[in-house]
Nanobody, 126 residues
Framework: HVQLVESGGGSVQVGGSLRLFCAVP????????PGWFRQAPGKEREGVAA????????HYADSVKGRYTISQDNAKNTLYLQMNSLKPEDAAMYYC????????????????????WGQGTQVTVS
């Protein structure tokens, strides 16, 4: 059973910053494109940011462009999400996920295109 493990969530004030981490198994990291999704209570899970294998291409939801940055460390098999200028509407459970490159290229922020998921890390903004 493939398991992605998120960490770094917490409570932050409006305007503050947080950095999320996701440990991805090497077998997945080397061949899949990872991304971040979030789900607030009563809302659909939505794509936040995604990055191609090797990190050359990134995609962001309009709501986070200019505030969030997705990156990866290939040596550590770790995915990051730097979140700045946080707003109350950013509060949600954040999930790390991964998908094959062919799916990433056509639907980078579509949750239905992703096969591997973590358990999530909670972000609270107040």
């Amino acid at each position: 059973h493939v398991q992605l493990v998120e960490s770094g969530g917490g409570s932050v004030q409006v305007g503050g910053s947080l950095r999320l981490f996701c440990a991805v198994p090497e077998s997945i990291f080397s061949t899949n494109c990872p991304g971040w999704f979030r789900q607030a209570p009563g809302k659909e899970r939505e794509g936040v940011a995604a990055i191609s294998v090797g990190g050359g291409i990134t995609h962001y939801a309009d709501s986070v462009k200019g505030r969030y940055t997705i990156s990866q460390d290939n040596a550590k098999n770790t995915l990051y999400l730097q979140m700045n200028s946080l707003k109350p509407e950013d509060a949600a459970m954040y999930y790390c996920a991964a998908t094959l490159a062919v799916a990433y290229l056509s639907r980078p922020l579509d949750k239905n295109a992703y096969h591997y998921w973590g358990q999530g890390t909670q972000v609270t903004v107040s």
